[in-house]
Each structure stands twice: as structure tokens, then as C-alpha cells.
């Protein structure tokens, strides 16, 4: 059945989230407009791991070779110390026998220009702030802040971490004493982090660069309170991340403070703040690859260089009335195990699937109904990757004799629950597009 006439969406963010809903609506035939803050798009520079989970549909969508060629497949993760011994390893394929599927590692800007270009010109605006949304019982307009105005029968905030389309909805729902308690709790963020990439390096002096898989390398340094991560990438490129648990709240461990991990708990002490500081944490560490850790550091342009707070929180509303959450505006991952953007594309699939089968455009009882439907097959898998991530990210950082421990454990007799997170089989719901023709069948759980 073809989807209804004029169902038109809006969605409010240009980030991984929103430009994959648009590819899938463009695939199912509705129509959609993109509306983008920023005047110019730039994301992070830095890598990304997309889980088996997702090959099927991205195959579906006809972007799975590629991707193939933008990435390397994830071989596995050596964690070693700062002075450069081997603490142990963890293989990524996803059986014992280190074969099965792997994750994709690319880097993140060129996933981004490469969905980017996808979408048909005059269906992505920039410079469009999003600050208000209002409802009719048939329609949806959004007001931006140079006060345009759009309309569309439904909205999809795919903007972030801190979503505008998420705060304008629970400013409603709480004004009418709808919003859980546990929702009107601020992201908690217990880690920063630098990231960036280098610049194409020579393969000469790296020969890892030339390695068809991606052995993410992760240094520790004393304590766990500074690591730094290194990803061999196409293009002879290295991504790279320095950082740990956040010293502003590690300087004021023992201080009551009820508030802890939010940004209401940082501490006065002096700490590391830019960028530079931050990496100098890591100057003495032992590079992997030879020479020193800052020269990879140092070939990194300053554009692809920035500081992240990574923040977490899976929220419990996810859509009111017209308007619906996918991608980090409802669930934030800490990135360590590369859940988020997988988990924003499996969002999307789930919600254009239901959009496609909608037999009116203005029915709000119907766009009610489907949203349900999706926050119940969603929010699960959801809280499942979520979990996974933080366990992943306190086994590397978590301190002291029993952490150490637990920590030696892992990394010498790796579970089945890691090996299952890292070859996505956490995600219970792994869709197809129903209205595409079926795919190989990449993934198998
Ligand atoms: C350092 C780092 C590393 C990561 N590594 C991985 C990884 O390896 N694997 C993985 O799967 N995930 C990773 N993630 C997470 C992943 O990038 C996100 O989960 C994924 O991109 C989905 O994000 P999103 O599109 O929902 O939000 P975002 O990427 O935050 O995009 C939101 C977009 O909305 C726009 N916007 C915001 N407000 C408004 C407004 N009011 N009006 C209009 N537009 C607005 C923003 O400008 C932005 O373009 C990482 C994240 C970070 C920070």
C-alpha cells in the first residue's frame, strides 16, 4: 500500500539521525523537508563505529558498498598502559572463533558528507533555528528563529543531545503536570574527552595504516584517569580520543552534592579545560606505532580537534501529539562502544516503516497509535545498548582492587555479553524496510 497523499513530515536537525530519516522517507515516497541550525554544516572530527545491525538497511537504501569502502572493518581492541604493556584484548568478531560479522569504523565527517549528499537538493535549509512548534487537530508548524514558519502533519526532532523539539515538548507536558520526574533530570556526564583526526600520515612510518581492519588501540594511563584511543582509518588517517572521567568531579569526590555527573556539580579546583591541556595529559605516553602519541596529536587540524562532554540519559517521553524524538534527542549513549548512531538508524527505520503504512495524513489518533508502537519496540533495545555502553566505559575507567580486577578478567576471558555488544546483538528489533526490496541478510542474531 503506498503511503498516504501530502503526508508531509518536518524534521528539525541535519545531524546522522535526521539525514538517515530522510533517505528512508525519500525510499518510502513521503514527503519531508530537513531543517538544520547551523549555516554551515561541520561535524566532529573523529570516528564512527556503525554495528552489523544496520547493514541490511543500509544495503536496502543502496549505500552498503560505499560504506564498505569508506571503513574498515572492527578486527578487535588492545588495551595496553601508558608505557606501552599489553594488558589484553578483546576480539570484535562476534564469535570465539574470531569470525562473524563486523562493525564498520569510518570517520565520522565523511559518513555525514556522504548522507549528506543523498538528500535531494531543496529538502535540507540551514540557518534554521528551531524555537517554537504548535498544533492544529490536522497540522504541525514550526517557527525558527529568523521567524520562518513550516508545516507538516508531523515532526521529527532529530536534534540531539539537548533537543530543542525535546524541550518544547516537556515545557508542555509539564505545564499540564504530564512530565515523569525521572525526565526532568539533566543529562549526567561523568567524562570529557578531546577528539579529533589526523591529517593523511605515511604509511611508511605507520604501516598499521596500510592493516584492512581496524585494531583500535587504547592507552590507560595511571589510574584510568586519562586514556587515549587510536583508530587506524581509510585514507591513512588516524582518529583519535583523549580523555576519562572528568577531574572536576574527581577533585571533589567526598563533597555532598546531590547533583553529581550534572553540570551543576563542577568543581573550583583547578583542571584541565581546552584542548591543549587536556592532551598534555597524555605527552609521556608510549605511541603504539613508534614516535610520540602528540605527533598524531599534532597532525590533526585545529578544525578537527574539539573537546565533548559525553553526557547520557535515556529519556522516558519520547513523542506528544504530533511531535516524536528519534536519535540522541531521546536516548544519549556514552560513545565507547559505538552505540548511538546505530541505535539513531534503527529509530528511524522502525518510525518510517509505521509511516509508511498510515492510512491518513491528518489523523492524530492514528500518528498516536504508531508512536506508541514505536517507543514500545524501540525503548527496550534502547536501554539495552545504553547499559551495555556505560558497563563498557566503567570496566575501562572504573579505579581501584576491584575494578583492576574485574577489568583483568575481562580483557584476558572476553564475555559473551561483550562479544554480543560489539557484533550488535544486543539489538533484539534489527528491521528491514518493508516497502524495499528484501535484503541479502547480512545480519543473523
Ligand atoms: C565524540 C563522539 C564519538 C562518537 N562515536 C560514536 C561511534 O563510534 N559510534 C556511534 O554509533 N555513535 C557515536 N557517537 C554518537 C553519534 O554521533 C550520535 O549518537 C549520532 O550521530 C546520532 O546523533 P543525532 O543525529 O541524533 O544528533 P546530533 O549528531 O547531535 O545532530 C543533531 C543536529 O541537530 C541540529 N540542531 C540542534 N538543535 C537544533 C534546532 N533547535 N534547530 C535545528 N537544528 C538543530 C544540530 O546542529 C545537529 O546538526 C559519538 C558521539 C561523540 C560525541
Redesign the pocket.
Known amino acids: 500500500m503506498p503511503p498516504p497523499q501530502g503526508l508531509r513530515v518536518i524534521i528539525?536537525?541535519?545531524?546522522?539521525?535526521?539525514l538517515i530519516m530522510g533517505i528512508m522517507l525519500d525510499h518510502a515516497g513521503i514527503d519531508y523537508h530537513i531543517?538544520?541550525?547551523?549555516s554551515r554544516l561541520r561535524p566532529?572530527g573523529?570516528?564512527?563505529?556503525?554495528h552489523p545491525v544496520i547493514m541490511d538497511l543500509m544495503e536496502q537504501l543502496g549505500l552498503l558498498q560505499d560504506m564498505y569502502r569508506m571503513s574498515k572493518p572492527l578486527r578487535g581492541i588492545t588495551v595496553l598502559s601508558a608505557n606501552g604493556r599489553k594488558k589484553g584484548r578483546i576480539d570484535a568478531r562476534s564469535n570465539k572463533r574470531g569470525q562473524g560479522h563486523h562493525a564498520m569504523v569510518m570517520s565520522?565527517p565523511d559518513l555525514h558528507e556522504f548522507l549528506l549528499a543523498r538528500i535531494p537538493a531543496g529538502k535540507l535549509t540551514t540557518g534554521?533555528?528551531?524555537i517554537d512548534i504548535s498544533e492544529t487537530q490536522s497540522e504541525v508548524t514550526v517557527t525558527c528563529m529568523d521567524e520562518t514558519t513550516y508545516v507538516g502533519h508531523l515532526v521529527v526532532g532529530?536534534?540531539?543531545?539537548y533537543?530543542?523539539t525535546r524541550q518544547i515538548m516537556y515545557q508542555k507536558l509539564k505545564g499540564r503536570g504530564l512530565l515523569p520526574e525521572s525526565d526532568k533530570v539533566p543529562l549526567h556526564f561523568d567524562k570529557q574527552c578531546v577528539?579529533g583526526m589526523t591529517c593523511p600520515l605515511d604509511p611508511v612510518k605507520y604501516p598499521v595504516l596500510l592493516d584492512e581492519s581496524c585494531e583500535v588501540k587504547v592507552l590507560l594511563g595511571k589510574d584510568q584517569h586519562t586514556s587515549m584511543w587510536i583508530l587506524p582509518l581509510q585514507g591513512n588517517r588516524m582518529a583519535w580520543?583523549v580523555g576519562g572521567p572528568d577531574p572536576h568531579l574527581i577533585s571533589q569526590e567526598g563533597e555532598e552534592d546531590s547533583s553529581h555527573g550534572s553540570h551543576a556539580s563542577r568543581g573550583r579546583d583547578w583542571c584541565p579545560e581546552t584542548p591543549v591541556e587536556i592532551c598534555e595529559d597524555v605527552r609521556n605516553f608510549k605511541c603504539p606505532y613508534g614516535g610520540s602519541v602528540m605527533d598524531l596529536i599534532e597532525a590533526t587540524p585545529k578544525g578537527l580537534i574539539s573537546k565533548?562532554l559525553l553526557e547520557e540519559k535515556l529519556f522516558r517521553t519520547w513523542h506528544n501529539g504530533r511531535v516524536v524524538l528519534v536519535?540522541?534527542?531521546c536516548h544519549k549513549?556514552v560513545?565507547f562502544f559505538?552505540?548511538?548512531?546505530?541505535q539513531?538508524i534503527l529509530d528511524c527505520a522502525c518510525l518510517v516503516n509505521m509511516l509508511h503504512d498510515l492510512k491518513s495524513s491528518e489523523s492524530l489518533s492514528e500518528l498516536t497509535s504508531i508512536f506508541e508502537k514505536y517507543v514500545d519496540i524501540r525503548s527496550e533495545t534502547a536501554r539495552v545498548a545504553s547499559d551495555s555502553s556505560r558497563e563498557f566505559a566503567d570496566l575501562i575507567y572504573d579505579q581501584g582492587f576491584k575494578a583492576d580486577m574485574a577489568r583483568n578478567i575481562v580483557l584476558r576471558f572476553t564475555p559473551t555479553w561483550l562479544l554480543k555488544m560489539i557484533a550488535g546483538n544486543v539489538n533484539s528489533d534489527h528491521p528491514h524496510l518493508k516497502f524495499l526490496p528484501q535484503p541479502k541478510g547480512h545480519f543473523k542474531s
Not at 573523529?46 to 556503525?50: D, Q, R, V
Not at 532529530?158 to 543531545?161: F, I, K, L, Q
Open positions: 528539525v536537525g541535519g545531524g546522522l539521525a535526521g531543517l538544520e541550525q547551523a566532529l573523529t570516528s564512527i563505529s556503525l565520522r534554521k533555528r528551531v532529530a536534534d540531539g543531545a533537543s530543542a577528539v580520543c565533548v536519535g540522541d534527542a549513549i560513545p559505538g552505540q548511538g548512531a546505530s539513531a
